[in-house]
């Protein structure tokens, strides 16, 4: 069973119809018991970062998702959730992060170009257990902030709007996607696929 961690932030239903598309047997949840039975955790999230950390540790299930991390546990944070792996973020002020990935989550600082960076766009991929090395996958962003100051080992997929930004990272059994998998078409599908297929 996939979890999808349920700590009021982001749309969590379409990652589920993801997934169960592709017939992983997945369950939205705040509880604790689920997250040490599944095989697999996911953490959704759009939004404000120091609303969704705010939340993530009212909800009491920080903890446990940490432990099973700790285990091992193959670990997905998308979007917002991949910003939360980082160590701190400058989205109206300055919020510690799960510490999880090394980085910071920093605004778009782009001349002439729209921020929210929305729509699709194209990867730079590396090798990684989630995609190939030179895939040339267009995948769709909806943000305003993004990861900055990832050492280069476990940045596994950047974009470009203006500059270089990371779109993707990887340690050990914690991955991140800036972008939404779960509307990406065939690209995000076959990444939420090689996750769920991890142990």
């Known amino acids: 069973m996939i979890a999808i961690i349920d700590y009021g932030m982001g749309n969590l239903r379409s990652v589920q119809k993801a997934l169960e598309y592709l017939g992983f047997d997945a369950r ?20 404000a970062f120091g609303d969704a950390i705010d939340s993530l540790n009212k909800s009491g299930i920080r903890e446990t998702m940490l432990n099973e991390i700790a285990k091992g546990k193959p670990f997905l944070g998308i979007c917002l959730g991949m910003q939360l792996l980082l160590d701190r973020s400058f989205e109206n002020g300055e919020y510690a992060g799960l510490s999880l990935v090394p980085g910071d989550v920093v605004p778009f600082n782009v001349n002439g170009l729209k921020v929210p960076h929305m729509g699709w766009n194209n990867l730079i991929t590396r090798d990684s257990a989630l995609m190939d090395a030179g895939d040339s996958t267009y995948v769709y962003f909806v943000h305003s902030y993004h990861a900055a100051g990832v050492p280069e080992e476990y940045i596994i997929a950047e974009a470009d709007y203006g500059y270089h930004f990371t779109a993707a990272v990887c340690r050990d059994n914690v991955f991140g996607l800036q972008f939404h998998p779960e509307k990406s078409g065939d690209a995000g599908l076959a990444m939420l696929r090689r996750f769920g297929g991890l142990s």
């Open 28 to 47: 939205i949840t705040d509880k604790r018991q689920d997250l040490i039975d599944a095989s697999h955790i996911i953490l959704p999230g759009v939004g």
